[in-house]
């Protein structure tokens, strides 16, 4: 087994190389001069400057400011070293642990991906539904308010003010069964011709005239908002926006920092736009509307006949209805709805008995087609 190395020896007070073997001992090196001279380094009193990387010389030093030096350039020196002297050379590089760095810094990176991946499939999610469900009222509203100033921006807004009273109506029967609800809700229709509509946080519905135009009854319309409106209520909207947009929206919720929400609006009006909602969400703002609808008398037919008749004509059309690509499962939830009507035990009044719903849906100044 080989036991000596060459290298070269430098004494700190001259540039002059000399060239020396070394061996190592239990407890130092043994250096032999050129010259036949020896030397002796303790480990403890000897330090590698150089020679952790691939392909680099080993380099060690002993002493003060100006230190004697010495330089091997085969990297098998080191692993001799610790082979002979493990505890007391310790502190040297030991190049078996570099092959293990690639394999190690492998592992090291797949462990972040997977913690990653964890934090987003389960942790963000258990999170913002703790969040959630404590952040306050006026926290949402100001959060709502900025997400509806890009959907709804004041401009776009239809402000008939006789048949803006008439939706108002529609709203406050609905939410008259609620007694003290935390949401002062507000309806706000916009005049675009995509068959949609947006629950927002903090009590905001954005209704955009080309779903208005759709609906055939006041009783349709309640259905819509009645689902919206339990989004709300349940905080499916909340919940979506601060675990899809970025994490500083999540941490304005946790300090409560309102100016926090309002820096949120134009990125969560986007994510709002394309947001579906689970099957869960759905299917609750479904059920919960659908109980809505019978606590305020209102007949819950409308619902199911609205959802029913979009359905029947995405079918027959190339491009789905917003409403009904954000919405999933359409098929389903008509059988569900149906079942969930036949809960009632009264004869719902008419809605508006006296008011001219092909009227009312002229609120915003151009339909869009014939009334």
């Not at 819509?224 to 601060?242: G, K, M, P, S, W």
């Not at 098929?331 to 008011?355: C, F, M, N, V, Y």
Request: hydrophobic letters at 40%; a positive charge.
């Amino acid at each position: 087994m080989r036991t000596d190395w060459e290298g070269s020896y430098l004494d700190g007070r001259t540039a002059d190389r000399q060239r020396v073997v070394i061996r190592p001992m239990r407890n130092g090196l043994q250096i032999t001069t050129e010259q036949g001279g020896t030397l002796w380094w303790p480990y403890g009193e000897t330090r590698q400057t150089q020679g952790a990387y691939a392909g680099e010389q080993v380099r060690l030093e002993r002493g003060g400011d100006i230190p004697e030096a010495l330089l091997i350039p085969d990297a098998t020196f080191l692993s001799y070293v610790h082979r002979v002297a493990p505890e007391a050379a310790s502190h040297l590089h030991d190049p078996t642990r570099r092959r293990m760095r690639i394999p190690l810094t492998v592992l090291a990176a797949l462990a972040v991906v997977l913690i990653t991946s964890a934090l987003y499939l389960w942790g963000i999610p258990l999170l913002t539904a703790v969040v959630a469900t404590r952040v306050p009222v006026a926290w949402e509203e100001r959060l709502g308010q900025a997400v509806t100033g890009h959907l709804a921006p004041p401009g776009k807004r239809c402000l008939d003010p006789a048949r803006a009273q008439v939706i108002q109506e529609i709203s406050a029967r609905l939410t008259a069964p609620l007694g003290r609800s935390p949401y002062a809700f507000r309806v706000l229709v916009v005049n675009d011709p995509a068959v949609n509509a947006f629950a927002a946080p903090g009590g905001y519905v954005v209704l955009l005239r080309g779903l208005l135009d759709e609906t055939q009854s006041a009783e349709e319309l309640a259905g819509v908002l009645a689902h919206e409106f339990q989004h709300v209520l349940r905080r499916h909207a909340t919940r979506a926006l601060l675990q899809e947009v970025s994490s500083g929206l999540l941490l304005a919720a946790l300090a409560g920092d309102a100016t926090g929400a309002m820096a949120y609006g134009l990125e969560g009006a986007r994510r709002l736009g394309a947001l579906r909602y689970s099957r869960q969400n759905e299917e609750e703002a479904d059920r919960e509307g659908m109980r809505m609808l019978l606590d305020a008398g209102i007949d819950p037919g409308g619902m199911i006949t609205f959802f029913a008749r979009l359905q029947k004509e995405g079918k027959g059309s190339p491009v789905l209805p917003a409403y009904l690509s954000t919405h999933p499962r359409f098929e389903d939830r008509i059988g569900r709805l149906t079942q969930l009507a036949t809960q009632s035990q009264t004869t719902p009044a008419k809605l508006l008995p006296h008011s001219d719903w092909r009227d009312i849906r002229r609120i915003c100044p151009t339909t869009g087609r014939p009334a």
